[in-house]
Nanobody
Framework: QLQLVESGGGSMQPGGSLRLSCVLS????????IGWFRQAPGKEREEISC????????YLKQSLKDRFTMSADSAKNAVYLQMNNMRPEDTADYFCAAGSSCLLNYKYFEIWGQGTPVSVSS
């Protein structure tokens, strides 16, 4: 069974940091591109970052580059999203997903985790 499981979400005050984890099972980092996405209430899902391990391609949303970092650990078959200096507008459900390319619209990513909620407020 191909599965992604996210963890690490929670509530925090502005300026705080969180590290989200996404563990793959049934497949490896070399099989798919793995992306992080988020969806805020009433808004469309957006891609934050993506890694395709087999060719080293990587994407990170320009507006988040100074605060967010995505990394991958092949030994643990997992990807991570480090989020620093968080803001209320980062409040959303965060998902990881697997697809054939980081260039795809989120609608074409094939395997999705269940999501982990992140809330930033004072």
């Amino acid at each position: 069974q191909l599965q992604l499981v996210e963890s690490g979400g929670g509530s925090m005050q502005p300026g705080g940091s969180l590290r989200l984890s996404c563990v793959l099972s049934g497949f490896t980092l070399n099989d798919y591109a793995i992306g992080w996405f988020r969806q805020a209430p009433g808004k469309e899902r957006e891609e934050i970052s993506c890694i395709r391990n087999r060719d080293g391609s990587q994407y990170l949303k320009q507006s988040l580059k100074d605060r967010f970092t995505m990394s991958a650990d092949s030994a643990k078959n997992a990807v991570y999203l480090q989020m620093n200096n968080m803001r209320p507008e980062d409040t959303a459900d965060y998902f990881c997903a697997a697809g054939s390319s980081c260039l795809l619209n989120y609608k074409y990513f094939e395997i999705w985790g269940q999501g982990t909620p992140v809330s930033v407020s004072s």
